[in-house]
């Protein structure tokens, strides 16, 4: 059973999706980052505000948490967001190491309100080659010695 707290924070999450549609922002997303149950960050979804695909907000409530810290890890950071993380946003939370995922809506509502991202979980479970997106390997070998710099580095910060 959520707490109280949870409960408000959550809340905060819808009211910020909610805003960003009324004010013409955005889409109707929300996400709040929370660290020793105070908000550290908050962002609403701004992808045609800034013509930036990748700016939903939970990437863009990331963003400012790690500013906000000073790092690139979120461990110890729980996330609350008005609908369940798409595929990209997913890998993103996963990426910063947030602890817990709270969602309002789910994947399915998402669908029924026009954003559907069904085909991403699809395109990811096939082959590349059977993908929609064309993908291919040019240079693999050469582009080993990226990698190979990066395990020989001595000033290297691992993630």
């Known amino acids: 059973m959520p707490t109280e707290q949870q409960l408000d924070f959550m809340r905060r999450a819808i009211a910020l999706a909610t805003n960003n549609v009324s004010s013409a922002r955005g889409g109707p997303f929300g996400a709040v980052i929370v660290r020793d149950d105070q908000i550290i960050a908050e962002a609403a979804n701004s992808v045609t505000a800034t013509n930036d695909p990748t700016a939903h907000a939970e990437v863009n409530a990331i963003r400012l948490a790690c500013g906000k810290l ?20 997913l890998a993103a939370i996963y ?36 993908r929609s997106i064309p993908s291919t390997q040019i240079l693999g070998d050469a582009a080993w010695a990226s990698f190979q710099a990066w395990q020989t580095s001595t000033t290297k910060i691992e993630y």
């Not at 461990?75 to 967001?81: F, K, L, M, R, V």
């Open 70 to 89: 000073n790092r690139f890890s979120l461990e110890g950071c729980e996330i609350y967001t008005s609908c369940e993380p798409c595929p990209m946003c």
């Open 95 to 130: 990426w910063a190491r947030i602890r817990a995922i709270y969602y309002g809506n789910t994947a399915a509502e998402a669908a029924r309100a026009g954003f559907d991202d069904a085909h991403l979980y699809r395109e990811l479970a096939l082959p590349h080659d059977k």
